[in-house]
């Protein structure tokens, strides 16, 4: 996140509000990601930008259902960095702790 503040001031509100108001009472608005249980894609509006969803930012977050723990594994600008392959989730969860 320190990365994006430099480019984006917005980026702190937009993810708080989106884990207040949309995730954390709602775990499953996201879109899974194929192929890790649990683990979930969101689009925020990157307001800095004014490219809406499709060239906002990338919330990825663990859901467990069973313990109601919600990890956020890794923000990013999807104008910066593409999509994400699998391995480099798995490295941004390991470094998260999770």
């Known amino acids: 996140m320190k990365r994006l503040r430099g480019n ?9 509000k ?5 995730v954390g ?3 499953q608005c996201g879109s899974p ?13 990157n307001p800095d930008a004014n490219r809406g969803k499709s060239g906002g930012f990338r ?3 663990d859901w467990n259902e069973a313990s109601r723990v919600l990890w956020l ?10 999509d994400l392959a699998d391995r480099e989730i798995v490295k941004a ?3 998260a702790g999770i």
Do not use: M, Q, W
Not at 73 to 82: C, D, L, M, P, R
């Open 8 to 16: 984006y001031g917005s980026v702190d509100d937009v993810v708080f």
């Open 18 to 22: 989106a884990l207040c108001e949309e």
């Open 25 to 27: 009472p709602n775990p």
């Open 33 to 45: 990601i194929r192929h890790f249980a649990g683990r979930v894609r969101k689009l925020l509006p």
């Open 59 to 61: 919330l990825i977050y």
């Open 73 to 82: 594994v890794a923000v990013f600008s999807k104008s910066e960095t593409g």
């Open 93 to 95: 969860r390991k470094e």
